[in-house]
């Protein structure tokens, strides 16, 4: 008996030291649980915050004949998006988007799982309000104005609250609707992010709308804004001013790469090589991981007529950077270059055509990828591939002579010698000395010496 009664208070104490076990463990996972919960809503809350602008474009107010014609306000809005994202996609530049655009109007936001009764929707929608991430939304109206003779004219505003962002009136008026809606389609996109607009717009070769873009980086407070402006204006303006504008983007911001990029590009068309390649070593320097130096230093050694060597760069340079589509393009200009002394030259001729059209297949509006894989296509003897490929770098850049010789080239080269005439004619109209200066690239070399000994020309 003695012994039994001593045993009951040590199986009391040992249960009631597994329940404090019990309690002490559980309230360790609780307290995992929630620090790991914790963790996942602040990094959720901070993307949510950090996110781009939400834009909505509501209807726009149309003219009753617009909306008779089947252009409703849903359409227009479709149409201008559209377009939008036309000029998201050929602004390919590696700093993040500011701004977001869709047709919907603003609605709360949907009520997802909740912690402590709160709905992590509502939390997310309060801490936007906070921090100036509610959608913001651009209202307008498009009118037409009769004239005496021909159609009417569209006039267009967009307005955020009482500013007005976009104003196509007067002389900005056009009878072409469609032309209208890509006007406002790209101030809308202009006002919320200047980079990228100015940057579709040098792509499209809109100078006009690209200096109205940069005008609006270069006033801006923010250094970051103004390295960007400085460098795309340095596309526009004289050698001179260049690299000025250069050399001031790289004193705000020394590890600016394209800077340093752009300013050996600038030595290198000097034919001051050393200090080209100098510039482009600074840039592999600042960031070894980026392709941008290596591009630059493949275009030098390109100039110096170190081919294998610039193409070792460039290919390296093009996969570090998938998106530059100069790059793949200036890898096929080096194969071609080196197909003049290969022989037979058909293996080089197809590899730059790949590397032609991949580089198309980055950027579809990079007219020169295409009438490059044109003449690659010709070279080794696709005639058909290669005309339809003349055929859409023109589609793309209409007022281009060189993509027109090339045209008038493989025209005759398939027997159509009127076609061929037309071309050639379109092609001198465009740029008189087209065929009297010498040409850039050197494979075109026997492309003019061809051109210039057909029958008949020199009557021409």
């Given at each position: 008996m003695k012994n039994n009664s001593a045993a009951r208070p040590s199986l009391a104490a040992s249960f009631l030291n597994f329940c404090t076990s019990v309690s002490t463990f559980w309230r360790a996972v609780t307290s995992a649980v929630v620090g790991f919960a914790a963790a996942f809503l602040a990094l959720w809350?901070?993307?949510?915050?950090?996110?781009?602008?939400?834009?909505?474009?509501?209807?726009?107010?149309?003219?009753?004949?617009?909306?008779?014609q089947g252009y409703t306000p849903e359409v227009i809005v479709r149409r201008m998006l559209d377009d939008v994202n036309r000029l998201r996609d050929i602004s390919n530049i590696d700093r993040a988007e500011l701004a977001t655009f869709e047709g919907a109007p603003s609605t709360p936001p949907p009520h997802l799982q909740s912690v402590g009764g709160i709905s992590l929707g509502s939390i997310e929608y309060v801490l936007r309000a906070i921090l100036g991430h509610t959608p913001l939304v651009v209202q307008g109206e498009?009118?037409?104005?009769?004239?005496?003779?021909?159609?009417?004219?569209?006039?267009?505003?967009?307005?955020?609250?009482?500013t007005i962002i976009?104003?196509?009136?007067?002389?900005?008026?056009?009878?072409?609707?469609?032309?209208?809606?890509?006007?406002?389609?790209?101030?809308?996109?202009?006002h919320f992010d200047p980079l990228r607009a100015a940057y579709a717009a040098w792509n499209l070769d809109d100078l006009e709308d690209m200096r109205i873009a940069l005008?609006?980086?270069?006033?801006?407070?923010?250094?970051?804004?103004?390295?960007?402006?400085?460098?795309?204006?340095?596309?526009?303006?004289?050698?001179?001013?260049?690299?000025?504008?250069?050399?001031?983007?790289?004193?705000?911001?020394?590890?600016?790469?394209?800077?340093?990029?752009?300013?050996?590009?600038?030595?290198?068309?000097?034919?001051?090589?050393?200090?080209?390649m100098g510039h482009a070593e600074q840039a592999i320097?600042?960031?070894?991981?980026?392709?941008?130096?290596?591009?630059?230093?493949?275009?030098?050694?390109?100039?110096?007529?170190?081919?294998?060597?610039?193409?070792?760069?460039?290919?390296?340079a093009c996969r570090r950077e998938p998106?530059?589509?100069?790059?793949?393009?200036?890898?096929?200009?080096?194969?071609?270059?080196?197909?003049?002394?290969?022989?037979?030259?058909?293996?080089?001729?197809?590899?730059?055509?790949?590397?032609?059209?991949?580089?198309?297949?980055?950027?579809?509006?990079?007219?020169?990828?295409?009438?490059?894989?044109?003449?690659?296509?010709?070279?080794?003897?696709d005639l058909p591939e290669a005309l339809l490929l003349a055929n859409a770098a023109i589609d793309l850049a209409p007022a281009n002579a060189t993509h027109r010789l090339r045209q008038a080239w493989i025209l005759k080269r398939q027997g159509a010698d009127a076609e061929a005439w037309q071309a050639l004619s379109d092609a001198l109209r465009l740029q008189p000395a087209a065929l009297d200066e010498p040409p850039t690239p050197p494979w075109e070399r026997d492309m003019v010496r061809e051109i210039v000994n057909w029958p008949g020309y020199s009557a021409r």
């Open positions: 809350l901070l993307s949510a915050a950090l996110r781009p602008q939400s834009v909505v474009v509501a209807e726009l107010n149309l003219p009753p004949p617009l909306i008779q498009i009118i037409a104005k009769h004239r005496d003779q021909g159609g009417p004219l569209f006039e267009g505003r967009l307005r955020l609250g009482a976009s104003e196509r009136e007067g002389k900005l008026a056009t009878p072409d609707l469609d032309k209208l809606i890509q006007d406002l389609a790209f101030d809308l996109y202009r005008r609006q980086l270069l006033a801006s407070p923010r250094p970051e804004d103004r390295k960007y402006g400085l460098m795309l204006r340095a596309y526009i303006v004289a050698p001179a001013l260049a690299e000025a504008d250069l050399r001031e983007a790289i004193r705000i911001d020394p590890s600016f790469i394209h800077a340093l990029s752009l300013l050996s590009g600038l030595e290198r068309r000097r034919g001051a090589y050393e200090t080209a320097r600042m960031a070894p991981a980026r392709g941008l130096g290596l591009y630059a230093k493949g275009r030098v050694q390109r100039s110096e007529g170190r081919l294998a060597e610039a193409l070792a760069s460039l290919e390296e998106r530059l589509a100069t790059c793949p393009n200036q890898v096929g200009e080096v194969l071609l270059e080196m197909s003049l002394r290969s022989a037979p030259p058909d293996a080089l001729q197809r590899a730059a055509y790949t590397a032609f059209l991949k580089a198309a297949e980055i950027d579809r509006s990079y007219a020169a990828a295409l009438s490059n894989a044109a003449w690659a296509a010709a070279s080794y003897g």
